[in-house]
């Protein structure tokens, strides 16, 4: 249901899966809305709860959103656009789209090989694997890059062979590939595992029965079933991947213009007080997680059926 | 962590998983490969390098490792890390409760959005949080400028780092009690009411009960994410050493001084408490699951 870091999309699937019996339960809006009156708070009580849930979430989620796109247009429009069309800011989107072009496959096949052998088969130790997927929500994201300094760095393990052979995985694309692959690592496993697991397996026993091989299953039995949950799984990955900062920042060497993502650029134009332009590069970003609230808003209203 | 089988619709006593449940024998095809691949992947990606900070801090002396993850200004990162995450878990404990409240019993206009926008921490890239939020708690910056005359300062204070935690944590608490509370049958309370039960007394004895076990783990989940956070605090918080720098951060600045045991150490210490932890979210959700099911 839950994990540490990264969207929620298991807690929503709960309460899709809940949405049913909250029918049974109440039968529609009309009669939600005339709830029996000792279970309803007196207006007062509503007012006051709905008043302090909106200025708090107006102070912590509002106004820092609405804060970047107006600094980011602090110096005007002319301002914003060659920020975001300046060599290095280029250099940067340019490394943070191809991270993700590889990070994300990548992440889909394990995550669809991972959910079809949990959830088509039986066998020992399944909660441990499923907790051990989980295992880089738990992680600090620091953590996540020092781990791969540790392997491939100067002093790592594989360092001394890797300088011989004059092949830079740290400080260079390569760990920074590596870094956000093991922080996105969860995200399609967790979305498509409990899908998979609430579909079950008799479409793919009609159609083992009915002759098909195990690619024709996959290809028109379980995918077309999984094709959302897949989608949301990629939209979330995508996301954290494009937006991942402190496994990134330990083992990109910040080099501008070579291996500097996006959020390193937004870092160095901040930390040389360059407020527009890093906003500038931040509201990429930011129109990034809008995207990726709305996609989540419309995979979820298709599950549940509502408009 | 996770409720995978939550769903009613698993056919758990399907003709062919009967017996399937003794072997993995079945007649689906893919297991050994998708199995395979599934654990070479796991242990390349994730497990070797985990395994490598072990190695590497059990190479150490003891008086070395204690040194290195003991000394005062660890210690100081670790009151700073530990104390701001649990005040912001708390905040959002009480906070995120009556923003699921409001959003599963009241309705007004434009609730669908609010509620979307409530994932904004988990979609916002760390980074651009971290320099949203300085910008708006900065001395001169929207917030910041009204709190400067009371004489409160936020950002590159403990304060900062709290805010930035709390922005982080805000969405587990919501929904993790979010689809409890709409899994609550009003008939509950319609019986304590008829009972006698006053609305406070509904709501105390009634209501919050059930409700613990979602909130505990709301905040379990928020505190163990905030403890590791980094990008959103860096920038508000100021970094100075023994006051405002987080232990994410220490481990970096022992990496940049090429101190790389003393950096593995501490993260050690934080792996460590992350996978009890983990192991405790576990069982809070065991025992929320269990509460549901009576």
Known sequence: MTRLGGAEPGTLNAHNDLTPAIQTAIPSRSARAALPRAVRDPAWARWFLTAVALVFLAFFLVLPLVIVFAEALSRGLGYYLSSISDPDALAAIRLTLLTVAIVVPANVVFGVCAAWAIAKFRFRGKSLLTTLIDLPFAVSPVISGLVYVLVFGAQGWFGPWLIEHNIRVIFAVPGIVLATTFVTFPFVARELIPLMQAQGTDEEYSAVTLGASGWQIFWRVTLPNIRWGLFYGVVLCNARAMGEFGAVSVVSGHIRGETNTMPLHVEILYNDYNIAGAFAVASLLALLALATLVLKSVVEWRQTGTP | ?294
């Not at chain 2, 995978?4 to 689906?28: C, D, E, K």
């Not at chain 2, 395979?36 to 008086?63: D, E, Q």
């Not at chain 2, 979307?116 to 890239?125: C, G, N, S, Y």
């Not at chain 2, 019986?191 to 076990?213: M, N, W």
Request: avoid cysteine; glycine fraction near 8%.
């Open chain 2, 1 to 294: 962590m996770s409720t995978y089988s939550r769903s009613p619709l698993t056919p758990s006593a399907a003709p062919f998983t009967a017996t399937a449940a003794r072997s993995t024998r079945t007649i689906l095809p893919g297991f050994g490969l998708t199995m395979g691949f599934t654990l070479a992947y796991l242990g390349l990606i994730v497990l070797i390098p985990l395994l490598a900070a072990f190695v590497r801090t059990a190479g150490m002396s003891w008086s070395d490792f204690i040194a290195a993850v003991a000394s005062p200004r660890v210690m100081a990162a670790y009151r700073l890390s530990f104390g701001a995450s649990i005040a912001a878990g708390l905040v959002n404990m009480v906070f995120g409760l009556i923003v699921a409240w409001v959003l599963v019993r009241y309705s007004f206009p434009g609730k669908r959005i609010i509620d979307a926008i409530v994932d904004l921490p988990f979609a916002l890239p760390t980074a651009v949080a971290g320099i949203a939020l300085t910008s708006l708690y900065a001395p001169n910056g929207w917030v910041g400028r009204w709190l400067a005359p009371l004489g409160v300062k936020v950002a590159f204070t403990w304060a900062g780092v709290f805010v930035a935690l709390t922005f982080i944590g805000l969405p587990f608490v919501v929904r993790t009690v979010q689809p409890v509370l709409q899994d609550l049958e009003p008939e509950i309370e319609e019986a304590a009411a008829t009972l006698g039960a006053s609305r406070l007394q509904v709501i105390a004895l009634v209501l919050l009960p059930e409700l613990l076990p979602s909130l505990l783990t709301g905040f379990a989940l928020a505190f163990a994410r905030a403890l590791g956070e980094y990008g959103s605090v860096v920038f508000i918080s100021g970094n100075m050493p023994m006051k405002t720098e987080i232990v994410p951060l220490l481990i970096i600045t022992k990496l940049e001084q090429y101190d790389y045991s003393g950096a593995t150490a501490i993260a050690v210490v934080m792996l460590v408490s992350s996978f009890i932890l983990l192991l405790l979210i576990n069982l809070l959700q065991k025992w929320s699951r269990r509460y549901h099911a009576v």
